[in-house]
């Protein structure tokens, strides 16, 4: 038998929960950023958000909070390409077509696909090839919409447990859904994905709620019980502790990188894989931890 | 002492003296208690309109709206996405067989060729306007105001455009960033529309721009401090009036002293007229209000076969068009482009203007005539049996159906669609049927759905052409590269610029250097898998080469291009710019031996 005070609990959140969904506030995305590239250089931020071959973007828009990583392949360097070149510029258009609102909340496809028309459009043959992971919050309707392609990723974490996550993309092991741009003549031997195959998600959002996106550095090395452990020191929606908590995450999966007794999610997949392995994945970093605020201006 | 120090000051400071003037005024009136002027600074909100750019129509690289907005690369300097290029440079264009022949009597003080329109949030009366250019600079050759608020929903009858400055084209020493700052007229009206025209004529490659800033006030400047401009002989508020003058106005009488007008009138009618046709437009104007014999010889339909408007551009409207109708009854090549914007030309105006002038016009440029619809270009068809040459570029606001009357002028040689929304069924019309085209310019016209079916009525059915330029044809393909091969062999000018359907494994470009050995200008612009296979084919096949493009490309080596120089001795245009195996040394070795030879090569840093 429910008790007075239980019943009256139950009405006020339903109450509660009915409110806020008639919420009109706009809601915002706080993000911080922090990573490793994977020769040492610990965060230092070649040419402003890179991390190593990893590349990623925050921006912001009247209507939308834009985010995104990318993971530049790194097998392009035995060929004399640069492989950061290719993400860092992927990254950089995707922001600059936020910037310039060429894009529309509820297709973040779209926005992969603009930059990555953009980037044929340039004069400068840019070769390489790279994953990407857009999240855009659309600040009105309180709902978040996600493309990914590749194995770079984001958790959305609420109450302490994760609610969505997103599938990585593989063609075979270690090998990612990629956008590519390749030298003539061997189109056919390079991977080249287009951006229609990433796989799209929309979902609503609740203040509060954790979002990470991060490239496989960080989900390779460190499993989901480490992440949340980490997220639960996250307590307000204070930029410098979101900072904070972000940087802590980045080392401590660095750490684990170089670990070589740890029993990496990566080494994990490959012993279910048959191949006897043990140890941290050494990879570059990226993760951009980021909250669901109200929107200010 | 101190007032008469600010007053020289004033005097010398010319048109800044308003802004300055007011700062003075601020100073020295502490008692007097002046409002303090605020200077307001703004970037552009949005860009309006352009005559051309760089770029591709749904991009944001290299196009005409970047110049909206705060810069993206200033002060750094080089050849970057984020900036604002127009579509040619220099005089390379000019040079071209395919280029028109320019009008008579264009006033010495019109460079331009190239325009921008932008629109800011706030209309303020100008103090400065300064421009961020990144690259190249030195293009800008003309500055002027617009009376009117784009974004004010009423359209008032009188648009006045003010020139705030002007030049003739420059270089600047280096190809560096650099802020451009001209000291500009005072005007008497608020603005927030300014419109840049520029020339390159003079530049070594493209100009490139990054934000433009409008600096002004907010309040009407004080009239005390405000100096009036000089009457420039050639300024175009003078110019209305002249046009408009009906035959009604009375002459003057020859001369009140009887001096006599210095047997003037005893020299033979064809040398009077010979005199008069190295006037402007304007000066004829003014030339036939002197008395009746001047005014006879200044309406005289053969001083109108060839009339170019595009220099009075803001002071042409219907009311002008009336006026010089009963004129024009000869006229064979007129130039319209950039007219009648705003509401300035109506379709009716311009109409009864064709109906009345164009039963024997050959050439008629309507370059930017966004007053255009299906109605005018239905009269053009059906009035201009004999046109020769039809410029309708940049005309992005007429309606696809429009173009399909094109195609009931038979006699067509020229005819240019650069950014038109033409579509597939109205162009392979016009291929049907005019078959005696010479040179036709597809550049960006995006609503074209299959190049290679446009391209292959092409080749079957106009086998005269001369020059093709399908800069941004995004689907032509190599089927549709061996069809024009084979059908229109005298062909002497192929842009394919960013055409990246092509690919050079499939023999294509070795097919077109094989089969058009009349090629004089060759644009292989961002063609990524132009190799070394290709230049030795034209080397071997095209020695009359004259242009060539090849930017962006990996696989052409120094061996492969010094091969191409020795065999066509009369190349003068080639670019090179990011052809990664080429590199600087390559560069000056190659310039030093060849001098007649512009080589291009840009750069990012």
């Known amino acids: 038998m429910l008790s007075v005070l239980s019943y009256g609990r139950i009405v006020a959140r339903a109450v509660l929960g009915g409110l806020s969904q008639t ?26 958000m890179c991390y190593g071959d990893d590349a990623c973007f925050i921006a912001r828009h009247r209507s939308a909070d834009v985010l995104g990583v990318a993971d530049g392949v790194g097998g392009w360097r035995d060929y004399g390409v640069d492989p950061s070149q290719f993400s860092a510029t ?16 509820t297709s973040p496809v779209g926005i992969l696909t603009s930059a990555y028309y953009e980037l044929l459009q340039n004069k400068v043959p840019l070769l390489g090839s790279s994953t990407a992971c857009i999240v855009v919050l659309d600040r009105r309707s309180h709902r978040i919409h996600t493309c990914n392609l590749g194995d770079s990723g984001f958790l959305v974490v609420r109450g302490g447990e994760v609610v969505h996550r997103s599938d990585e993309q593989q063609h075979y092991f270690n090998t990612p859904f990629q956008l590519s741009i390749a030298p003539p003549g061997v189109e056919g031997a390079v991977l080249s994905d287009s951006p229609e195959m990433a796989d799209s998600s929309s979902f609503d959002i609740q203040l509060g709620d954790i979002i990470l996106t991060a490239t496989d550095g960080l989900f390779d090395n460190m499993p989901d019980y480490m992440i949340l452990q980490e997220l639960k020191k996250l307590k307000n929606s204070n930029y410098d502790s979101i900072q904070q908590t972000a940087r802590s995450i980045a080392e401590q999966a660095h750490n684990l990188a170089y670990d070589p007794n740890y029993m990496s999610p990566f080494a994990q997949f490959a012993c279910d894989n048959g191949l006897n392995v043990r140890g941290g994945k050494p990879d570059d970093i990226t993760v951009l931890l980021s909250i669901v605020a109200e929107y200010t201006d | 002492m101190f007032y008469y120090i600010c007053l020289r000051r004033r005097c010398r400071s010319g048109s800044r003296g308003e802004a300055l003037g007011s700062r003075r005024a601020v100073e020295l009136g502490q008692r007097a208690a002046l409002p ?10 949005e860009v309006l309109d352009f005559s051309s750019h760089y770029g591709s129509e ?16 200033y002060p750094s300097s080089g050849d970057f996405t984020q900036t604002a290029v127009f579509r040619t440079y220099g005089r390379w264009w000019e040079q071209c067989a395919s280029a028109t022949a320019p009008f008579r009597r264009t006033p010495r003080s019109f460079h331009s060729r190239d325009y921008l329109e932008l629109a800011f949030e706030e209309p303020v009366y100008p103090t400065a306007v ?6 190249h600079p030195g293009a800008i050759v003309r500055i ?4 009117l608020n784009p974004f004010s929903q009423n359209l008032p009858v009188d648009i006045r455009w003010e020139v705030l400055w002007a030049d003739e084209p420059t270089k600047a020493p280096s190809p560096h960033a650099r802020q451009f700052s001209p000291t500009i007229r005072p005007i008497n009206f608020s603005t927030n529309l300014l419109r840049l025209e520029v020339n390159s004529s003079v530049l070594e490659y493209y100009t490139e721009m990054d934000a433009v800033i409008l600096r002004g006030v907010r309040e009407r400047p004080i009239l005390a401090l405000y100096k009036m401009p000089i009457i420039d002989m050639s300024d175009l508020s003078d110019s209305e009036e002249e046009l408009s003058e009906s035959g009604a106005l009375c002459c003057r009488p020859a001369a009140r002293h009887n001096l006599g007008n210095g047997y003037f009138d005893k020299l033979p009618y064809e040398l009077i007229q010979l005199i008069v046709s190295h006037l402007t437009v304007p000066d004829l104007c003014r030339l036939a209000q002197t008395c009746k014999l001047l005014q006879q010889h200044c309406y005289d339909p053969l001083q109108y076969v060839q009339l170019s408007l595009q220099p009075y551009w803001p002071r042409l409207g219907d009311a002008a068009l009336a006026h010089l109708q009963p004129r024009c009854t000869l006229l064979q090549r007129i130039n319209m482009s950039w007219t009648g914007n705003r509401g300035a030309v109506t379709t009716t105006g311009f109409c009864s203007f064709i109906r009345a002038c164009g039963t024997s016009l050959v050439c008629l440029k309507l370059s930017c005539c966004h007053f255009l619809n299906e109605a005018s270009l239905e009269v053009v068809a059906q009035t201009c049996a004999g046109l020769r040459e039809l410029d309708l570029s940049s005309c992005d606001r007429l309606h696809p ?7 009931k002028l038979a006699r067509l040689h020229r005819l240019v669609l650069y950014r038109t929304k033409i579509e597939q069924t109205a162009m392979l019309s016009i291929l049907t049927f005019c078959t005696e085209l010479r040179h036709l310019n597809l550049g960006s016209c995006v609503m074209l759905e299959d190049y290679d079916v446009v391209v292959s009525m092409l080749s079957v059915r106009c086998r005269g052409l001369l020059s093709l330029d399908l800069w941004r044809c995004r689907n032509v393909s190599e089927r549709g590269v061996a069809e024009l091969v084979a059908g229109c062999s005298l062909l002497e000018e192929l842009d394919l610029g960013w055409c990246s359907s092509l690919h050079s494994s499939t023999g294509c470009f070795q097919l077109l250097a094989r ?28 020695p009359g080469l004259e242009h060539l493009d090849i930017l962006g490309t990996r696989m052409v080596s120094p061996a492969a291009l010094r091969k191409l120089l020795r065999s066509c001795p009369r190349l003068r245009l080639l670019d090179v710019s990011f052809c990664s195996q080429i590199d600087t040394r390559t560069m000056q070795e190659l310039t030093s031996l060849y001098p007649a030879i512009s080589i291009k090569k840009s750069f990012t840093q």
């Open chain 2, 401 to 407: 159906q429009a173009f399909s009357h094109i195609a």
């Open chain 2, 515 to 542: 089969g058009l050995p009349r090629l004089r200008k060759l644009f292989l612009t961002a063609n990524r898998t132009v190799c070394d296979a290709d230049l030795e084919q034209l080397s071997a096949s095209c």
């Open chain 2, 130 to 135: 300064e421009v961020l250019e990144t690259y």
């Open chain 2, 36 to 45: 303090v002027t605020v200077e307001v600074e703004q970037y552009a909100k």
């Open chain 2, 58 to 73: 749904n991009s944001m690289s290299y196009t005409m709206w970047n110049l909206a907005g705060v810069p993206n690369v």
């Open chain 2, 144 to 147: 002027l105001a617009c009376s």
């Open chain 1, 90 to 105: 992927l990254m950089r258009t995707c922001e600059r077509l936020v910037r310039e609102a060429r894009f529309t909340p």
């Open chain 1, 23 to 48: 919420d009109g506030r706009d809601y915002s995305l706080v993000t911080a950023s922090c990573g490793f590239g994977k020769d040492f250089r610990k965060g230092i931020l070649k040419k402003g």
